[in-house]
């Protein structure tokens, strides 16, 4: 089927799909780089959307969204991709020849896709909210994994050595903890932090968030939050203003005995200016769930290959380092909230309905108009993020 054609809008589809339902049209999405749990919570939500969404043929792939992947989007309304799907310019051009119009971001970030290239060529993109605990408790539970070291522990206590050298932590109560992006996830961690007795600062450029002033208090440049910290801990999104945040130069400003913490993106640190901070012993220890080069490595079993990724494998032998796979997000509850999410925006697309996570302006989308969707809300922005 062509989707291309100059006749095509997400609510004529729509209405294919609610008045011509035994017509044979169907509504297609391909979802990439999807793991089993993504279908079970998809297959799973998708029966609360069966009315508006009768019509949807959901093919899943368990490999990633690339040049060499792209043409199974070929007949597809819509693609569903997570965060190691990269979708440059040229990866975008080919999605909209095959005719492909609404890209789902099963994700909360959005660095991943070019989306001024997305906008000229008309796609509705949206991104996902949810649960923020979801990824503030796991940067809790790095925090408290590096410092008192039970990642360790674990592994002495099962071979019967009970001793308790080198497991020395430090009591969490009245230090100080930088959050740097005091957005849903910086805010949800710094209500924890309050929890453990820490007093907690916060760097934000954009604006003061006035629920914050019941945890803490903003200071005035990253400078100044890194030279106060001893647990400093990364919750903007990345951007190219952002990317190398934590560089040769901000770490000068660093505690030595301070811990980094990055449960954001990856390409928020220079990698390899935190390996020299922390073999000069100028940083205390670094807690990461995301990764630089993680794109090709993570969610991924390479047990038995040779990864030749050098800073990767400093990092992985050192002591004071934890690394996880990109997995703060990875609850029940969030995997619920994004599958509902995600077909709550492909219902807002194609309806032409206000999309609350649209991250393009409605206006240069293929837009339903009111009349097509027959019913439906006025459209507007989004949820502000373009
Ligand atoms: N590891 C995971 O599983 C996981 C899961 C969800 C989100 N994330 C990441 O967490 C990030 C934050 O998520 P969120 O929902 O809190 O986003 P959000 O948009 O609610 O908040 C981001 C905050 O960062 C601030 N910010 C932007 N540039 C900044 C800068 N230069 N310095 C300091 N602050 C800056 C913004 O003003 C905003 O307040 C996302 O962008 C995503 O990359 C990771």
């Known amino acids: 089927m062509d989707h291309s054609g100059p006749n095509h809008t997400p609510a004529a589809a729509l209405g294919r799909t609610r008045s011509h339902a035994g017509s044979g049209h169907t509504l297609r999405l391909a979802v990439f780089s999807a793991k089993p749990y993504d279908r079970q919570f998809l ?3 998708r029966q609360s959307h069966d009315t508006t969404l009768s019509n949807l043929k959901i093919t899943y792939h368990n490999f990633a969204l690339s040049q060499s992947t792209v043409s199974l989007a070929r007949g597809c309304e819509a693609v569903c991709v997570f965060v190691n799907d990269h979708l440059d310019a040229s990866l975008l ?3 909209h020849d095959y005719g492909v119009r609404a890209i789902l971001l099963r994700c909360a970030g959005y660095d991943n896709i070019d989306l001024a290239a997305a906008e000229g ?13 979801s990824v503030a408790e796991f940067a809790l539970a790095l ?4 410092n008192r070291k039970t990642h360790r522990a674990y592994l002495r206590v099962r071979e019967g050595n009970f001793n308790l050298d080198g497991l020395l ?3 969490l109560c009245g230090k100080t903890a930088g959050i740097v992006g005091i957005g849903r996830i910086g ?13 907690v600062i916060a760097y934000d ?6 629920s914050f002033l019941n945890y803490g208090a903003y200071v005035g440049s990253l400078d100044s939050l890194l030279s106060q910290s001893d647990i400093v801990s990364l919750h903007c999104p990345l951007t190219p203003q952002t990317r190398h945040i934590i560089n040769d130069h901000t770490l000068q400003r660093v505690k030595p005995t301070a811990m980094l913490v990055n449960t954001s993106r990856g390409g928020l640190i220079d990698t390899h200016a935190v390996v020299s901070a922390l073999k000069d012993h100028r940083l205390g220890g670094l807690a990461l769930d995301v990764y630089e080069g993680e794109e090709s490595l993570f969610y991924v079993d390479h047990s038995g290959d040779i990864i030749e990724d050098d800073e990767l494998a400093r990092l992985r032998v050192l002591p004071n380092v934890l690394l996880c796979g990109h997995q703060a997000w990875f609850t029940e509850e969030s995997l619920e909230q994004i599958s509902e999410c995600t077909l709550g925006n492909l219902e807002d697309y194609l309806t032409g309905r206000n999309c609350k996570f649209s991250l393009v302006h409605r206006e240069k989308t293929v837009a339903a108009t009111p009349q097509d969707a027959g019913q439906v809300a006025a459209s507007g922005a989004g949820n502000g993020m373009h």
């Open 143 to 146: 925090i408290q994994t590096l």
């Open 43 to 45: 297959n799973s939500a």
């Open 187 to 199: 805010l949800a961690l710094s209500r924890i932090l309050v929890g453990f007795g820490c007093r």
């Open 205 to 210: 450029p954009y604006g003061e968030n006035p």
């Open 121 to 133: 060529l008309g796609f509705f993109v949206a991104n996902c909210a949810y649960s923020p605990e």
């Open 169 to 171: 932590g430090r009591t």
């Open 93 to 95: 051009q080919s999605l």
